[in-house]
């Protein structure tokens, strides 16, 4: 066992932590080395306060980020314990990790984590071409393996109920003006390190889709360039809806986007049904399920597009001061 992480070890894990999804690629996060232990936090900053008042959306980021350096540390051979919000009287830290027992990366981590450079969150339609089962049940088991559960909505009616309530959750969210101007102020239309970029963006919405888009300033779409008529829609879930359970649901979401890309799959996040209060209690109910909905996701066989930009590392670390 070795005593502490060091500060080589922690750049080479935030690399891969920040690659993590995050509402509006706001990315608010902080890392820090403390007594040799790696510490994660909300960094308050870069909260969304009309988009996320009560920061279940930062948290998922943090979760999905804490699962690229679990990732990253056990690749490199030093994987790591976690605790998850270490100090009740700093609700800021989401997770200390400290150093395990060193051990070789199982050959899921090693796929896994080769997954986490080409993810990106894919809005374009997908082609029709349904997922097959052994992927579907991949899916389901990279939640159940982060402690969470992953429905996906089989059949028309399912389908149907989950887009009814997104549709009234994303027409409750757009008569917001400050949600409106906050998602406006993170559209990117030159090179950003942050912030969505308009060619990351869904094409403009239309009536006749069965799902709505969170809109990123797309461009109007070509005729004929409808999405795809049955998409494969998934909720995942986590038992309670804790700020920890936040962090797990996050930690879950990534490991199933990561297994959808290791599959060749594309995703897209729809969380309009899970940040209106409302629509998620209605959510819950149509599933008939134990626990709080935490993201919905379209996943299919996307075109190719490419990962989003992030800060550099030295910006979303807190490094202490070499003494003189
Ligand atoms: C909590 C959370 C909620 C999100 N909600 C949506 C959404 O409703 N619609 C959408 O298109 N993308 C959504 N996203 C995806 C982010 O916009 C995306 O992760 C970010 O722009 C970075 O891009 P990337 O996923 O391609 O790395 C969400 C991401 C997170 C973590």
């Known amino acids: 066992m070795t005593t502490g992480f060091t500060v080589e070890q922690l750049r080479a894990a935030v690399t891969d932590a920040v690659r993590a999804p995050s509402l509006h690629n706001t990315q608010p996060w902080r890392f ?3 007594d040799g232990g790696i510490e994660l936090s909300v960094d308050p900053l870069r909260r969304l306060p009309a988009t996320d008042p009560s920061g279940w959306g930062a948290r998922i980021a943090c979760g999905a980020a804490l699962f690229n350096l679990r990732l990253a540390l056990a690749v490199a051979g030093t994987p790591a314990t976690v605790r998850l919000r270490p100090y009740p009287a700093d609700p800021n830290v989401v997770a200390r990790l400290v ?11 090693q796929s896994l984590y080769a997954a986490i450079g080409h993810r990106f969150s894919n809005r374009a339609p997908f082609w029709p071409d349904p997922v097959p089962a052994e992927a579907r049940w991949r899916l389901g088991e990279a939640a159940r393996a982060e402690h969470c559960w992953l429905e996906l909505l089989i059949g028309t009616s399912a389908v149907n109920a989950f887009a009814e309530i997104t549709r009234s959750a994303h027409r409750v969210l757009e008569r917001d003006p400050a949600y409106v101007a906050e998602r406006a102020a993170w559209i990117r239309s030159e090179p950003a390190p942050d912030g969505v970029p308009t060619t990351a963006a869904g094409p403009q919405g239309e009536p006749q889709d069965l799902l709505p888009q969170r809109g990123f300033g797309g461009r109007d779409r070509a ?16 038992p309670g809806n804790t700020s920890a359970d936040q962090v797990v649901a996050g930690q879950a979401l990534q490991r199933v986007l990561l297994a959808a890309t290791d599959a060749g799959l ?13 629509a998620r209690e209605a959510l819950r109910l149509s599933l008939g399920r134990f626990g709080t909905p935490q993201m919905g996701l379209r996943i299919g066989y996307g075109q190719p597009g490419r990962p989003t930009p992030r800060r550099s590392v030295d910006e979303v670390l807190d490094v202490p001061m070499p003494q003189p």
Do not use: K
């Open 266 to 278: 594309s995703v897209s996040m729809i969380s309009q049904p899970i940040e209106v209060s409302g």
């Open 223 to 238: 005729p004929g360039r409808d999405f795809e008529p049955e998409p494969l829609v998934a909720v995942l879930g986590s």
């Open 99 to 109: 150093p395990d027992v060193p051990r070789r990366p199982t050959p899921t981590e």
């Open 32 to 34: 820090r080395l403390h």
